[in-house]
T-cell receptor, first 113, second 120 residues
């Protein structure tokens, strides 16, 4: 199985500052024929289901704030929140969908400093 | 608007069975792959299963293979998860979710979740 490793486990960022979350896959999730990375990012707030933020590693889902951006390729990926707002407090997960079983990272908890 | 409304959770003893349901609306259900993802208390997300748009192809995590069965009723816009021989480690919140891309899916809409506690 492809192991998704997120870092850090948690981070505290001041309002208006940048938050950066990393995700590493144990195998490449880049499909060379299409040059697409099979990587998604989700946000989960307490007591709520996850919400899709990013797919194909960098494509923002419709309606998602442009504060959120995804980057990376192959095995190393990053989710960036450009200017942290109070409503961004949540746990963030990456997911690879290149291989079955589908696998998620362990999550990164983002808090306000 | 897309809605996924779940039902069917509840306390069950080890070895018992439970059937979860997910009623879809706001989109053409028969055109989409669908999946189930679970979350143990205080833990991360764990993919369980997904099913093709026609229902002819199914995929399972090894941890549930042979015990869980995913199915769908496209005429009634419903997704199901039949869970048999439940174990304590199956305890968690189960989410149904829509997959916007055939095969190798990510999930763009999620149900509200249903709690399945498995203990004696």
């Amino acid at each position: 199985d492809v192991v998704m490793t997120q870092s850090p486990d948690s981070l505290a960022v001041s309002l208006g500052e940048r938050a950066t979350i990393n995700c590493r896959s144990s195998q490449s999730v880049l499909y060379s024929s299409t040059n697409k990375n099979y990587l998604a990012w989700y946000q989960q707030k307490p007591g709520q289901p996850p919400q899709l933020l990013i797919y194909w590693a960098s494509t923002r889902e419709s309606g998602v704030s442009d504060r959120f951006s995804g980057s990376g390729s192959g095995t190393d990926f990053t989710l960036t929140i450009s200017s942290l707002q109070a409503e961004d407090v949540a746990v963030y997960y990456c997911q690879q969908y290149y291989y079955t079983p589908l696998t998620f990272g362990g999550g990164t908890k983002v808090e306000i400093k | 608007q897309v809605q996924l409304v779940q039902s069917g959770g509840g306390l069950v003893k080890p070895g018992g069975s439970l059937r979860l349901a997910c009623a879809a609306s706001g989109f053409t259900f028969r055109d989409y792959y669908m999946g189930w993802i679970r979350q143990a208390p205080g833990k991360g997300l764990d993919w369980v299963s997904y099913i093709s748009s026609s229902g002819s192809t199914t995929f399972y995590a090894d941890s549930v293979k042979g015990r869980f069965t995913i199915s769908r009723d496209n005429g009634n816009n419903s997704l199901f998860l039949q869970m048999n021989n439940l174990r304590a480690e199956d305890t968690g919140v189960y989410f149904c979710a829509r997959a916007p891309y055939d095969n190798n899916p990510w999930f763009d809409y999620w149900g509200q979740g249903t709690l399945v506690p498995v203990f004696s």
